[in-house]
């Protein structure tokens, strides 16, 4: 059983930045693929950023692609998401996913089998 814990979000104003942190129980995580989605209220949940933790391929949705950065920290069992330029459309819950399958469809939710419990992030005009 893989345990994944966010931390990190907050309220920032509009054009600051943020760094979410995932943290995952599982000893090896050279397999999984990992993920963050975001939801916002009234809207369905949505994929944001991935990366193959093997390889370090990483995969961006179009709305967030040249603001958000993910990485990774081996020693720390830890996925990261960079939120910079922040504008009030990226108000949401973010969370952060792992699945063990080798994943290219990076939007559909269901690929990913652990899921943290979310962090807020708000973000003021």
């Known amino acids: 059983q893989v345990q994944l814990g966010e931390s990190g979000g907050g309220m920032v104003q509009a054009g600051g930045s943020l760094r979410l942190s995932c943290t995952a129980s599982?000893?090896?995580?050279?397999?999984?693929?990992m993920g963050w989605f975001r939801q916002a209220p009234g809207k369905e949940r949505e994929f944001v950023a991935g990366i193959r933790w093997s390889s370090g391929y990483t995969v961006y949705a179009s709305s967030v692609k040249g603001r958000f950065s993910i990485s990774r920290d081996d020693a720390k069992n830890t996925v990261y998401l960079q939120l910079n330029s922040l504008n009030p459309e990226d108000t949401a819950v973010y969370y952060c996913a792992a699945s063990q399958q080798y994943v290219s469809a990076w939007s559909d939710a269901a690929k990913f089998n652990y899921w943290g419990q979310g962090t807020q992030v708000t973000v003021s005009s």
């Open positions: 599982a000893r090896t995580f050279s397999e999984y693929s």
